[in-house]
């Protein structure tokens, strides 16, 4: 073996030949170089106690990444914390957390979380959207999206509006029952007063088949830089439907001002078109780089954490309440206090939607670490600042 010292403290290497690298072989195969970029090319690295079996990626081309790579919470749809939802018309959150529903006029549906998956990819869940009632004449106002919205802070690696902006890949599983075509995905900027806006169109060609989609999106330099807080004026958007004044212009492909005829140009797929129209997602993430990787998995329990920062509920029966109960007074005006800490840090002060209250007036407060409950107008008898049945939800979406 040959080794290469240097009596200072650094070693320098030159090479002059082409591409200027510097190349490190074993028994005369190549097994690593350094280009002239100062990056490591993407060859196998076999030494022992190196890499063994791994790819050391050019981070140009960010096929390789390591550590936590998938900015979207939940994209396995594996905690559906809210069941079953019916009779969906509006926009709002669905079965599966941290996905929201955006709609107008395109039927009626009913969301679940589903086991049809697609096949040897470790997956075990999707988001099932089944059209109910069908729409199939597509007003010029109809719309209707599957949308994630991240936090700004989350999103800070992108550095969007800075001459260092990084292209993010978005990657998707989607099937659709009875039905095929273009469908189009974007991504709407609203940070720091941005309006901007960026899409691309997909074929969807075998009905009942898994497809996946990867919509590499470019930096963006020329907006209004993110936000690093809690907020999310960022919507990465899959169109399920798209009236004439989302398609009637040219499709956005580039970075620019929204333009709303622009955002859905070419969308032939209308999911509302008929009730046989079920739709699957699973497998989301979204990452820096130009080149989607394979999945990044999270245990369950991180991951339902990761959800209640943004929800979760307290079912409440007869016998498991939630509160302070049994408590007596003589006197006039007793309340009574009740301190209760969220099972992770919420984004914000939550919304508490009440289930129902055993005795007194009960109300809470919305802090973003603990639930504050109190009662108060009890002249005698039993104070409460109890919940008996019921489910009460605590949300701080964004």
Request: charged share 15%.
């Amino acid at each position: 073996m040959s080794t290469v010292k240097s009596s200072s403290a650094n070693l320098t290497l030159n090479a002059d030949g082409s591409g200027n690298d510097i190349k490190f072989q074993s028994n005369a195969v190549e097994k690593a170089s350094i280009s002239d970029a100062g990056l490591f090319s993407t060859t196998t690295v076999t030494a022992t106690g190196v890499v063994t079996g791994d790819t050391v990626a050019d981070a140009n081309t960010s096929n390789v990444r390591s550590g936590r790579k998938n900015i979207i919470i939940n994209g396995d749809m594996g905690v559906a914390q809210r069941g079953t939802i019916t009779s969906l018309t509006t926009s709002q959150y669905l079965t599966c957390d941290r996905w929201n529903f955006n709609i107008s006029d395109a039927g009626t549906w009913t969301t679940t979380q589903d086991t049809d998956v697609p096949a040897g990819q470790g997956f075990s869940h999707s988001l099932k959207m089944d059209c109910t009632t069908a729409d199939a004449s597509v007003a010029s106002s109809s719309y209707m999206r599957l949308q994630y919205k991240p936090e700004s802070q989350d999103l800070k690696q992108a550095r969007w509006g800075t001459a260092d902006a990084q292209p993010l890949v978005y990657s998707f599983w989607i099937k659709f029952d009875n039905v095929t075509g273009d469908f189009c995905i974007d991504v709407l900027s609203l940070e720091n007063s941005n309006n901007r806006v960026v899409s691309q169109k997909f074929t969807y060609g075998s009905a009942g088949v898994w497809q996946k989609c990867v919509f590499t999106i470019p930096a963006d330099t020329g907006g209004n830089t993110l936000g690093v807080d809690t907020g999310g004026d960022t919507y990465f958007q899959i169109f399920l439907q798209a009236g004439s004044d989302l398609t009637s212009g040219t499709l956005q492909t580039t970075w620019a001002t929204r333009d709303n005829v622009n955002r859905a140009v070419g969308q032939s797929l209308q999911a509302a078109s008929s009730t046989s129209n079920n739709v699957y997602l699973t497998g989301c993430q979204l990452e820096v780089g130009t080149a989607a990787t394979d999945f990044e998995y999270r245990s369950y329990g991180e991951q339902l954490a990761l959800c209640q920062r943004y929800y979760y509920q307290i079912t409440h029966t007869t016998d498991r309440r939630f509160g302070i109960d049994g408590l007596y007074s003589n006197g006039s005006g007793a309340g009574l206090n009740a301190m209760f800490t969220h099972p992770v840090t919420m984004r914000a002060g939550p919304t508490i939607t009440l289930a129902s209250s055993m005795s007194g007036t009960t109300s809470f407060n919305n802090d973003e670490r603990y639930l504050y409950m109190y009662t108060t107008g009890h002249d005698t008898g039993r104070v409460g600042c109890e919940l008996s049945s019921g489910t009460t939800t605590i949300s701080a979406e964004i």
